[in-house]
């Protein structure tokens, strides 16, 4: 069965410094997917990332970068110079690519404040 | 492209009473959409899976008496929550699968219900 584990809670920062959302999850399947999305206080959520295991390349977007480790099972999730508006609840999920109902399974979330 | 409409936004309504949620896919057909709850503060919990044409696929611990999905069309799929009560309150997200050819792609997301039952 697939697992997801985001074992910070919560997380405060102050603005402009960078802070790191950590992933770690499980799989049998060699072929899957991994997906970090954004949740505001509205509720909507907002997709980051999607990354399939075949691809470890790190990847940047802007402020925001993403490590995929598979040595450790990890889909790390970097802020750079942090502000405000970044705070939200971070999920990172994932998915098992067989095809059949490919179900997403997410991780406990993370709460972000970055601190004016 | 690859937008889900979700409707009511925000609802309130009397113990016992049933309630209709809509989910429809505007720009593509969905043949497998997926239902979440989320309580306050916590994660998005999978509820069921319907595929269009199809009976829904509840996940363990889901009432499927007392949740109702129907996924009749390619871009409309509807949840129902039957003879609400007050521990049904929370916030409700459909989900649809989307696919470049025969590859997932990625999944697309309503913007929520929240359920009062008062």
């Known amino acids: 069965a697939q697992k997801v584990t985001q074992a910070q809670t919560e997380i405060s920062v102050v603005e402009k410094e960078d802070v790191t959302l950590d992933c770690v999850y499980e799989?049998?399947?060699?072929?899957?997917?991994l997906f970090w999305y954004k949740q505001p206080p509205s509720g909507e959520l907002v997709f980051l990332i999607r990354?399939?295991?075949?691809?470890?390349q790190n990847e940047i977007s802007g402020r925001y970068s993403w490590n995929f480790q598979k040595s450790t099972s990890s889909f790390n999730f970097t802020i750079t110079a942090s502000q405000v508006v970044d705070s939200a609840v971070y999920f990172c999920?994932?998915?098992?690519?067989?095809?059949?109902?490919?179900?997403?399974?997410f991780g406990t979330g993370t709460r972000l404040t970055i601190i004016p | 492209g690859a937008v889900v409409s979700q409707h009511p936004s925000r609802v309130i309504c009397k113990s016992g009473t049933s309630v209709k949620i809509e989910c429809r896919s505007l720009?593509?057909?969905?043949?497998?959409m997926f239902w979440y709850r989320q309580f306050p503060k916590k994660s998005l919990m999978l509820m069921a899976t319907?595929?269009?044409?199809?009976?829904?696929?509840?996940e363990q611990g889901v009432e499927k008496d007392k949740f109702l999905i129907n996924h009749a069309s390619l871009t409309l799929s509807t949840l129902t929550v039957t003879s609400a009560h007050p521990e049904d309150s929370s916030f409700y997200i459909c989900?649809?699968?989307?696919?470049?050819?025969?590859?997932?792609?990625?999944?697309?997301f309503g913007s929520g219900t929240r359920l009062t039952v008062v």
């Open positions: 990354r399939n295991s075949f691809d470890e």
């Open positions: 720009d593509f057909q969905a043949t497998t």
């Open positions: 999920a994932l998915s098992e690519a067989g095809f059949g109902n490919e179900k997403l399974t």
């Open positions: 989900s649809a699968r989307v696919r470049a050819g025969a590859r997932l792609y990625g999944y697309t």
């Open positions: 799989t049998r399947d060699t072929t899957y997917y």
């Open positions: 319907s595929n269009e044409g199809s009976k829904a696929t509840y």
